[in-house]
C-alpha cells in the first residue's frame, strides 16, 4: 500500500477533532455504517463455501466462481474508501487476451495444442485466477473478516443497541455506552477500514521475513498432515478394494484394482517429494509388449513352470497384464504400504493433528463465533465469559490461549513427523536395488525387442522391394530387349527380299527400346529418384511441389544433408502426402516445412483440401507410417472434417555437412 | 557445325560422334567432365556444346552446373543438355537466365536422329529444345486455378509443342492443320495466357517458357497456407 493513501486515511479520519469528515451527521451515519459493514462480513463465509463448492464442480469453470467471489471483496474496498477514509487500490492481475489461432489451425496453450478456443481460454482463465496472489488474500479475508472486521465493525452499533436497551433499567450505564457507541463510530469505521487495507491492497512484493516464512513452512507442514491423515483412509480403502477383488475376480478385476491403486500410490509419492523433498521413484517394471500368436492363432504364455495356451488374443492380453503385475514385487510392496498407512499415520500424525485442528477449529474458532454472536445479540454477554472461557479440566485457562497453545506445539513437530512418514513410506515404495537392475535391463531387453522387429519388418519391406524390381525388370524392360532382339533379327533377314517390311520393323524396334528405356526411368524413379542423389533433400522436395498439380510452397532448414534412407523415406511420404493432397482432399495450395532442430527431422505438409484423412490398414499413409518404423520415426495425422490437414513427420536423425540449404516457393528457380 | 561433347560414357560418346558426323555435325572435342567442358569451349569456339547431366566425379548435376558456368562466361551460348531422366528443377535452372540457345532432352530423342540434329540446330541458333516430358511436367505442375487449366485440349497441345521449342510448320504439319488455324490457336493461347503477342517464333517460344517457368501463385488471393503475413519466412527469402 502506498504511503500517499495511508496519509489521506489519517487526515480524513476523526482523530484530531470533535468533528468527522462528514459532520456531526458522521457520528448518526457511521453506526449504521458499520451495522452495514458488518453484515457484509456476515456473508464471507457462506460465499466462501459457494466458492470452494462451484469451483471444484468445475462448470462452468472454477474462475467463474472466483471471478463473480470478487464483487464483495470489490465492495468493501469502495466502502472502505467512501466510508472509512482508506483508498485501496484494485490488487488483481489483468484478464489474460482471449487466444490466438496460429496459422496451422491449432490454438496453442504451453505445450499442448486445441483445434476449439474454448479450452485454451478456459486453462488460461484458470491460471490467471490461481496464480493471482489476490485470489488467495481475497479468499482468506472472506474467512478472516467475520471475526475481526465484523467485530470492528459491528462494536458501535452494539453499544448503541446494548444502550438503548439498558438505559431505563440503568441509566448511568446504558447512557455510558451509547455515547461510547456513538463517539467511536467514526474511529471504528476508519479502524475497520484499515483492517479492510491489509488483506484487500495490493500484496506488497517484500518476501517475507525469517519469521513469517518459518510460520508459513509450520502452517503448510500441519495442513499437509492433517491432509495425510484424511488420505491415510483413502489408502485404506484402496487396500481393502484390491483384497475383495482377489477374492472375487483375481483375473478381471484385480489387475483393475492394482492399476487405479498405482495411480492413487504414484500421485503420493509426487505428493511426499513435493512436501518433503524426500524423492521416491517410480518402482514399476514397464508393461511388456503384446504377445505375438503361433501359427494356429492360440497364444502360449508361460508363467513359472507352467504354462497355459489362449484361445483369444483377449485371454492372453488379460493373462499377460495379470502375469505382469502379480510378479511384479512393486504391486505387493504398495498393497503393504496402503494397508501399513492408516496405523502409521495413527502412531505418528494423530497427536498433532488433534492438537491443530482442535486446538484452531475446537477452541479458538469456536470461541471466536460464540463470544462475537454473545457480543453482537447481548444475550449471554458477560465480562467472565468474555475473559475467561471454559477449558474441560483446566477452568481458570482462557479457551482461546490453550487452542493455540495446542495448535503451535502440533504445527512445531509436523515437518519432522511429515520427513519420518516420507522415510517410512519411500522403505516400501521405492525400488529395490534388485528391482533397479531388474528394471534396467528390463528397459534394454524391450528395446531389443523393438529393435528386433523394426529390423525384422525393414528387411522384409526391402525383400519385397527387390522382388518387386525383379519383376518388372523381367516383365519389362528385359523383355522389351528380348523383342528388339528378335525383331532386329527379323529385319536382317528379310532387308534382301523385302526392304519395306525390314525398315518397318526396325522402326517398332526403336519403338520398343524408347518404351523400355521410359520403362526403365520409372523404376529407377521408384528405388531412389535421380534428383535426390543429385541435390538432396531440399531440392528434391521442391522438385516434387513443382511436379504436384497444385500450388505447394517449400520452405526448408536444413543446415546439412541426413542420411540416404532417411532422405529417400521423407521424400517417398511427402510425395504421398502432395498426392493425396491435390487428389483426395482436392486441395489447391499446401506448404511443406523441412526443417532440423534438437536432432529430429520434423516434416509439416499443410494442404487447404477438405480433410477427413484417417491412416487407415494398407493405405498410403499406413506405408508412410511402417517405412518411418525402420527410423524410429512418427507420423501423426490432424485431418478434420472440412481441413486443414496437416501431417507431421519426425525422425530422429543426425545431419552431415554444414551446408544451408534455403528456402524458395514454387516456381522461383533455385541457385 | 562445330560441337563440343561432353559425355563419360565410352559408347554413347562414339554413337554420338558418329551420328552427328553423318549429318555434318563436327565434332571439335569429346570430354568426361565438366572443368574439361569449360576448358575446350575456351579453347575450341565451338557453336554449341551437347552437355551430359551427370558426369565426373561426383555423377550428380555436374553437367548442368557447367552449362550454366559456360552461358554465365558467354551469355547465351548454346547448350544442349541430354539426361537419361529430365526433372523440372533442371529445366528451371537452364531457362531462368531468359536467353535462348538452351536445349535439354532426353536421351532417347537421340534414336529419332532427323528430329535430335534438328533439335540441335535449333539451339544452336538461339531457338530452344525442350523435351516433350518437361513441358508435360511444367504444365503438370500447375493447379486447376492456373491460366492454363483455361486452356482447350487443342490449344493445351499447341502450346506443348510450342513450349518444345517448335517451329509454325513442324507444329501444323503435327497437328495436320493449316498455318493459318494455328494462328488462330495461338493468339487465342497468348489471349488466355495474358502474353503480348509476337510474330518472332523465337521470342513467342520463350515468352511462354518465361511464363510456365514463372507460374507464382496470384499474390492477390489469399494463401490459406500462409495466412498470417507478418510471421517471417524462417529461412528468408
Partial sequence: MRRGSRFVGYVSAPLRGLAPAGGFAGYVTAPLRGLALAGLALLGPPLLVVIFVGAHAGLPSPAFFVEHGRRLPELARRLAGRWGGVEIASPYRPAPPPPVRDPDGWHRDGDALFRSAFPPAYLARLRWIARDPATARDLAWLLLNPPIGGVLAGLAPALIGGGLAAVWSHRPAGAAALLLGLALGPRLLHLHARWTRVLLAPSSRRAPGRVAAAAGARAAAGARLCASVVLSGVAMVFAVTQVVAIGLMPARLWPETVLGSRRFVSWRRARIGAWTGVRIAEPYRPEPPPPDPEPDGSYRLGWGPVGTVHRTRAAALRARRFGWLARDRASWRDLAWLFLEAPVAAVLFAGPAVLIVGGLAGLCWLWLWTEALGLLTGLTWSPDDLLHAAVPGWPGLPAPVAGLAAAALGLAVAPALLRCHALLSRSLLGPTRAALLTGRVDTLTSRVDTLTSSRARLRDAQAAELRRIERDLHDGAQARWVAVGMTLGAAEGLIDRDPEAARAMIAGAKEMSVTALAELRELIRGIHPPVLADRGLADAVRTLAMDAPLEAEVRVRLPGRTAAPIEAAVYFAVSELLTNAAKHAAASRALVELRHADGVLTVTVTDDGRGGAVIGRGGGLHGIRRRLDGFDGVLTLSSPPGGPTVATLEIPCALSSPRMSTSSGKGSPTS | ?237
Fill in chain 2, 1 to 237: 557445325m562445330r560441337v563440343v561433347l561432353a559425355e563419360d560414357v565410352y559408347l554413347l560418346r562414339e554413337g554420338l560422334t558418329h551420328l552427328l558426323r553423318a549429318h555434318d555435325v563436327e565434332i571439335v572435342a569429346a570430354v568426361e567432365t565438366g572443368a574439361e567442358l569449360l576448358d575446350a569451349l575456351a579453347r575450341h569456339r565451338p557453336h554449341a556444346a551437347i552437355v551430359d547431366v551427370r558426369l565426373p566425379p561426383g555423377y550428380t548435376d555436374e553437367g548442368v552446373r557447367a552449362a550454366i558456368e559456360a552461358r554465365t562466361r558467354h551469355p547465351g551460348f548454346p547448350v544442349l543438355v541430354l539426361s537419361q531422366y529430365v526433372e523440372q528443377i533442371y529445366a528451371r535452372e537452364l531457362l531462368a537466365d531468359g536467353a535462348g540457345g538452351v536445349g535439354y532432352l532426353l536421351k532417347d530423342r537421340v534414336f529419332d536422329t532427323g528430329h535430335f540434329v534438328d533439335a540441335l540446330r535449333r539451339v544452336a541458333a538461339g531457338g530452344t529444345a525442350m523435351d516433350p516430358e518437361v513441358i508435360a511436367k511444367l504444365l503438370g505442375g500447375t493447379s486447376p486455378l492456373h491460366p492454363v487449366a483455361s486452356l482447350s485440349p487443342r490449344e493445351r497441345e499447341v502450346l506443348q509443342l510450342m513450349a518444345q521449342g517448335r517451329s509454325n510448320a513442324a507444329i501444323a504439319g503435327q497437328l495436320y492443320i493449316s498455318e493459318g488455324t494455328l494462328g488462330k490457336h495461338i493468339a487465342a493461347i497468348f489471349a488466355k495466357l495474358g502474353l503480348q503477342a509476337t510474330d518472332d517464333t523465337n521470342r513467342r517460344v520463350l515468352a511462354v517458357l518465361a511464363f510456365l517457368n514463372h507460374a507464382r501463385p496470384d499474390p492477390a488471393r489469399p494463401d490459406p497456407a500462409r495466412p498470417d503475413p507478418a510471421r517471417p519466412d524462417p529461412a528468408g527469402p
